[in-house]
């Protein structure tokens, strides 16, 4: 027989979550301020689950604060249940929060800490000063052994000399402290005024107490008479300046130090070349590029003292771009060359290093001197660092000529670069900058290319032409803030709608006449078609209700639209044209015979966009109660049934519903359930039972709701047998057990951290059955003010164990029912009181066929 179970409460309910942990952890305990605190061994493996309970099921997200600002989730998703960290870091310790949302309600929140414990290897520095050195060179010296580690939790520091252990109190000549103003942790032992039995090996040992089953780890060193600091000497200058393809040698020779230092290379900025070589004190860099140049730093080390340091500059030659500029007489304003008046000719080269550029002026291939109408300046302080000029004073006919400027290095094989400049009264003049008619506005369609014109129709030499946006807070579409062009044709690919707006085109100061720049201006338009919404909508209704579809035009570019069409299924609904400023909109009657996909396009001379709709009667589809527990019920046989438990989404929405398809896989099931009148509610829960189910099988479940007019989509949903039900009184549902109204006073449900802290001492344990301060227990205070004959009894769920044997094969009995108990006291056991205390009697009734009682009784 079919049974339809409706119930009145509302099971959709707001998110609820809890986390747990597995995984490789050291420990979980509470802080003083009710925190948990996961601890684990760096390298280990973390993993947090989030257990969580609502109705539709939540959403599930991972957020962490604290740590490294830049730490990631590794591989693991955020959005999964489960977080998983392989080989955690210390940088990835910090505080865990598990969010979960179903949208009803304020979504739950728990977290937890996860502190990564953690111990490196120590490292032990020796520093001496010398307060008088009119003895033996180490009479009167003291030497301080400084230890630093890292370490989580704290360090503990033991000195040792040899194999004794160096105890500040009983050796005057020794000092133990802890400086202030040091990273990590540090222990120094200071050793005052060295006597003989000083010189010995020292060990400095670290522990962290065996937490996370760290082992201790140590350091020593051997503190003699000949102990001292490195120090090195480089074979080369503090700058090596070199050409391409050049090999470098560079060696670093210790000169003192013992114990023996020890010599590392490393480069600022960033890593050593692929292609240098370390051979015991000598760096060599083969066939060096620019890509090479740096700082090259020789480090000395032997933990005496501060590490010795030396640094080379290595420099390699190079020469860019070189250009030219020709001012004409600035303190008369001129823009053109006249007779009479001054002329400045400029020359720069970009060039590693720029100081050693040299430059030497020709004209008419002669190499110009300084004279009275001639000078040469090497810097010239108007302009910028590391450009040569040649001054013409009061220009003759004589001064027309072709002048060459040439840049080199003296004496490295670099090319030389130059560049001819022709001045004549016909080869030297302003240029015009103008943009081509019908250009100052450019057209494109989005996802095209466009090409922006400003071109120098006059004008020599002819300058290059810098295009920049006209906002100064807008990059070029490659990302830079100018862009230069030689022949002035601005070309963008792939044009967007954030390149529109307005370019500025202007004349480069360089490679021309070193006058007032020109400018002009271009507008990019990027046309694209309408940007519509909604651009998808489900629409559900009621037969016979008017339904009015509207599909708002945000943006357009242009903004006129050229034509507005409605289609139903593809085909075109006649209508009369709709006014293009109108926001477009359909209204109409829903009938079983028009239900489908609308779909409203939109057009411009851009493109065509569209708002889709799907527009039916049809019903939302049901959503499972997931975290219903649904106990399985043994019937004869190998077989069991199955409480299915759902809501139905939004009923509301359209025609009532009426009944349900089910639809059990394996052809087991596949009928109508019908509600006999009864509409299902907004969040109230629908049960059907199903039989006839075979162990140890499972099935898919198939549910779909019905209307008068239509049948809703099917959802599925696994169901299986479960031969144990497992509960730990974590839900506050306390696992559907129930306080019996005609007891004197009820059980508690409580765990370490929500204990009563004014409860009588010596009661309630410490934890639950499976050793967690975290989990819950059902619990009874026995103190006043209960008295002898008090009682507090829980009713459990209903079992079913009419069956006369377990499943078939088994020969178990059909339930099993067992339980944890806790009581604490010497007398517990006893019938009789003894002072003050409350002795307990436990009860346990297990009625076939009805509830089962768990009762207690104070004697």
């Known amino acids: 027989m079919d049974i339809l179970y409706i119930y009145s409460s509302t099971p959709a309910a707001p998110a609820n979550a809890q986390i747990v942990h597995s995984g490789a952890a050291c420990n979980v305990k509470d802080d003083n301020i009710s925190e948990r605190i996961y601890t684990i061994k760096e390298g280990d493996t973390l993993v947090l689950q989030c257990i969580v309970k609502g109705h539709p099921r939540p959403q599930i997200r991972w957020t962490k604060t604290a740590g490294s600002a830049s730490d990631k989730f590794q591989e693991t998703s955020i959005y999964n249940e489960t977080l998983r960290i392989e080989g955690i870091q210390r940088v990835q310790g910090g505080r865990y929060y598990c969010k979960a949302d179903n949208g009803v309600g304020v979504a739950a929140i728990k977290s937890i800490r996860v502190d990564v414990q953690y111990l490196d290897a120590p490292s032990l520095t020796v520093h001496q000063t010398i307060s008088d050195v009119r003895g033996s060179y180490y009479q009167e010296k003291t030497v301080f052994l400084r230890c630093t580690v890292n370490s989580n939790p704290p360090a503990r520091f033991i000195w040792k000399r040899g194999n004794m252990l160096i105890e500040q109190s009983k050796d005057n000549g020794v000092d133990i402290y802890e400086p202030l103003y040091t990273q990590g942790e540090t222990k120094v032992l200071k050793l005052k005024n060295l006597r003989p039995k000083d010189f010995a090996d020292y060990t400095c040992q670290v522990s962290v107490r065996n937490v996370c089953n760290i082992e201790d780890k140590s350091v020593t060193f051997r503190l003699t008479n000949s102990t001292s600091p490195p120090m090195i000497r480089l074979s080369v200058n503090d700058t090596v300046v070199v050409d391409p393809g050049q090999d470098v040698y560079i060696s670093c020779d210790v000169t003192a130090g013992l114990p023996q230092p020890t010599v590392t290379w490393s480069r600022y900025p960033g890593p050593l070349p692929l292609s240098a070589q370390v051979r015991g004190k000598t760096l060599i860099l083969r066939a060096v590029t620019p890509s090479d140049a740096g700082f090259y730093n020789c480090t000395a080390v032997n933990n005496v003292g501060n590490p010795a340091r030396k640094n080379v500059n290595l420099v390699v030659r190079t020469m860019g771009n070189l250009t030219f500029q020709i001012t004409p007489d600035s303190n008369k304003d001129s823009e053109t060359i006249q007779m009479g008046r001054d002329l400045k000719l400029s020359c720069h080269v970009d ?52 002048y060459s400027c040439v840049a080199n290095f003296p004496g490295s094989q670099v090319p030389e670069l130059r560049v001819d400049v022709n001045i004549s009264q016909n080869s030297v003049s302003p240029p015009v900058l103008s943009v081509p008619q019908g250009g100052q506005v450019v057209n494109v369609r989005e996802g095209g290319n466009a090409e922006l014109v400003c071109l120098v129709v006059d004008g020599k030499p002819r300058p290059p032409i810098l295009w920049s946006r006209v906002e100064k807070d807008l990059l070029m579409p490659s990302g830079a803030t100018m862009v230069e062009t030689p022949d002035g044709r601005l070309r963008i690919r792939n044009v967007s709608r954030d390149m529109m707006g307005a370019y500025r085109c202007q004349t480069a100061p360089y490679n021309g006449l070193n006058i007032k720049r020109r400018e002009a201006q271009v507008q990019l338009n990027v046309q694209y078609p309408p940007i519509l919404d909604p651009v998808y909508q489900d629409v559900r209704s009621r037969n016979y209700q008017t339904v009015t579809l509207r599909c708002t035009v945000l943006r357009s570019n242009p903004p006129r639209l050229t034509y507005i069409r409605w289609f139903r299924n593809g085909d075109q609904i006649r209508m009369p044209m709709p006014d293009l400023k109108e926001t477009p909109e359909l209204k109409f009657r829903l009938e079983p015979t028009n239900n489908g996909t609308y779909e409203c396009r939109v057009n411009n001379t851009a493109g065509i966009s569209s708002c889709t709709f799907n527009v039916s009667a049809q ?43 089910i639809n059990v896989q394996k052809n087991l099931v596949s009928e109508q359930i019908d509600l006999k009148g009864k509409e299902p509610e907004k969040g109230v829960l629908l049960s059907y039972v199903i039989s006839n189910l075979r162990i140890p099988l499972s099935y898919e479940v198939r549910l779909a709701p019905i209307t008068t007019y239509s049948t809703g989509g099917y959802v599925s949903r696994i169901i299986q047998y479960s031969e144990h039900h497992v509960c730990g009184f974590e839900d506050e549902r306390i696992c559907g057990f129930s306080q019996d109204r005609s007891d004197i006073f009820d059980w508690t449900r409580q765990n370490h951290l929500t204990q009563n802290p004014k409860r009588s001492a010596n009661t309630g344990p410490e934890t639950d059955r499976s050793g967690t301060k975290e989990g819950y227990y059902m619990y009874i205070e026995a103190s006043r003010p209960r008295i002898q004959g008090d009682k507090a009894r829980l009713l459990s769920p209903l079992f079913n164990v009419s069956s006369v044997r377990g499943p078939k094969g088994s020969g178990r009995v059909p339930y099993c029912v067992s339980f944890y108990y806790h009581m604490k006291g010497k007398h517990i056991g006893e019938s009789k009181r003894v002072g003050s205390k409350m002795l307990i009697k436990l009860r346990i009734y297990l009625p076939v066929k009805r509830n089962c009682s768990i009762q207690t009784y104070l004697v």
């Not at 060039?351 to 190499?367: E, H, M, R």
């Not at 108007?382 to 013409?392: H, V």
């Not at 019937?635 to 398809?661: C, F």
């Open 619 to 661: 019903p939302y589809n049901a959503e499972f109660y997931f975290d219903t527990p649904n106990p399985v019920r043994i019937l004869k046989g190998n077989n069991y049934s199955y409480n299915l438990q759902w809501t139905q989404k939004d009923p509301d929405a359209t025609d009532p519903i009426i009944g349900y398809w």
């Open 351 to 402: 060039a590693t290093p720029q100081d050693k550029v040299n430059y030497t002026w020709y004209k008419n291939g002669a190499p110009v001197f300084t004279s009275d109408s001639l000078i040469l300046l090497r810097a010239d302080p108007d302009m910028a660092p590391g450009t040569s000029s040649l001054e013409i004073v009061d220009m003759k006919f004589r001064d027309l000529a072709t």
